[in-house]
């Protein structure tokens, strides 16, 4: 069996989970292609991504007369299959948030994406995000294109179901992956209940680099960690404030920002203003071995998010056995249990906020060791990626009746336990 993935921009610094799932499927012993609509090689800081780099191929690289001469070619060889795509991206585009336009562009990437599919004799494409490049495989799909299937992140996909035209994406799906089983209940919302049956929980996952290490013992020095993109939605400005007021108390302490992203300077600014040089450090982008390095160096996580799915960065903490303080939001609840391996705080609420940091600093180092050896076996139950993709994988064999020649023994141990 031959598997494509797609994804808008892969790789990309924030998505390695995606990189490990596919590393994990083809240690099942299925090959797997690697195509994008863009890249975004400038941003890349970690070597695995760099080899990823290398085996993908962008629709986009095609160029604008590339694009014209693969949909003159597939309105050519299947009149029939492409007008009812064409018909498609007009049904969906006039009624998206991002118009006509942009879907007339999808069905010409659709064509790019057909004709090396079908060249390299792809059974399945899988798909990251429900939003464009989903779009893009099912009207590849419509064009006669192999089935295909997504795994939905959220938040953005939750914020516009029907200006992505959810519903339509999970019709023409043979199965919808949810990475939480609050994924899971929002698509139940945009699918009637005949359909519920596609929807399958494959969690996002971790491999040895954070579940195979020598525990190291939580530091004596006040440290916080937040990694993730700088973006709104992260909750940076909101820890800022927090970090402001706490200072004025007198409270020693140090916060690491580990990413970049469009609120730097911003954030920058807002250091400089209240005078937090000494209290907040921003890393930029970092390989994976150096975010795990910046975790263990800390006492305590911190993402304070406002709209989320399920940050795997999260997962990366606990399974460095560090606790972490996050918000109530989407999936966030069913990793962190408050008091067990974590706190959690009501999203954009600063004097919870502000409360909760207060109480992990001054929390006795031995109970944050136990706490984050409880959110470790969490993790190590739950978030094994080698696990994950193996229940993937089965799902596309499932699907295609096409299984593998040669079976991974982890893929006949889950086929068995399933």
């Not at 890349?44 to 780099?53: C, F, H, K, N, S």
């Not at 179901?161 to 043979?174: N, T, V, Y």
């Not at 408050?338 to 992990?360: F, M, R």
Request: glycine share 8%; charged share 20%; proline share 5%.
């Amino acid at each position: 069996m031959k598997i494509a993935y797609f994804v808008n921009l892969y790789p990309k610094v924030s998505h390695s989970f995606i990189r490990r799932e596919i590393l994990g499927i083809e240690a099942c012993g299925i090959e797997v292609l690697r195509f994008a609509v863009r890249s975004v090689a400038e941003e890349l800081v970690d070597d695995a991504d760099q080899l990823e780099l290398k085996k993908t191929r962008y629709v986009l690289g095609v160029g604008g007369w590339g694009l014209l001469a693969h949909s003159l070619r597939a309105m050519i060889t299947r009149p029939g299959r492409f007008f009812q795509g064409l018909g498609l991206a007009w049904k969906v585009g006039i009624k998206s948030d991002r118009g006509l336009l942009y879907h007339l562009i999808y069905l010409a990437e659709a064509c790019v994406l057909l004709h090396w599919l079908l060249e390299a004799g792809v059974d399945r494409l899988h798909v990251h995000f429900g939003t464009n490049s989903t779009t893009v495989a099912m009207l590849c799909r419509v064009l006669g294109g192999p089935p295909y299937s997504f795994t939905v992140h959220g938040p953005e996909e939750f914020d516009k179901p029907q200006g992505i035209a959810l519903s339509e994406k999970i019709d023409h799906a043979s199965f919808v992956v949810a990475i939480s089983s609050y994924g899971k209940s929002q698509l139940f919302r945009w699918c009637p209940y005949t359909q519920w049956s596609k929807i399958q929980i494959i969690r996002c996952g971790l491999d040895e680099l954070f579940l195979d290490y020598s525990y190291t013992p939580i530091p004596d020095a006040p440290r916080l960690v937040c990694v993730g993109r700088l973006s709104e939605q992260k909750g940076h400005l909101l820890l800022l404030e927090a970090v402001s007021q706490l200072a004025l108390t007198g409270l020693q302490f140090k916060l690491v920002f580990v990413g970049d992203g469009q609120l730097r300077p911003q954030i920058e600014a807002r250091i400089a203003q209240s005078g937090l040089e000494n209290y907040i450090e921003i890393t930029g982008w970092a390989t994976s071995r150096e975010v795990r390095q910046h975790i263990l160096d800390a006492q305590i996580l911190v993402l304070p998010s406002f709209a989320e799915g399920l940050p795997v960065v999260l997962m990366e903490a606990l399974a460095l056995s560090r606790p972490v303080i996050s918000t109530y939001v989407a999936g966030i609840p069913e990793l962190v249990e408050p008091g067990e391996n974590g706190w959690l705080v009501p999203s954009g609420s600063v004097d919870a906020l502000i409360k909760t940091i207060q109480v992990a600093l001054n929390t006795p180092t031995q109970q944050l060791e136990f706490m984050g050896k409880q959110g470790r076996e969490k993790v190590l139950k739950l978030h094994n990626i080698a696990y994950e993709s193996a229940r993937l994988a089965l799902l596309f064999e499932k699907m295609s009746d096409l299984p593998s020649v040669v079976r991974s023994p982890l893929l006949e141990e889950v086929a068995v336990s399933n």
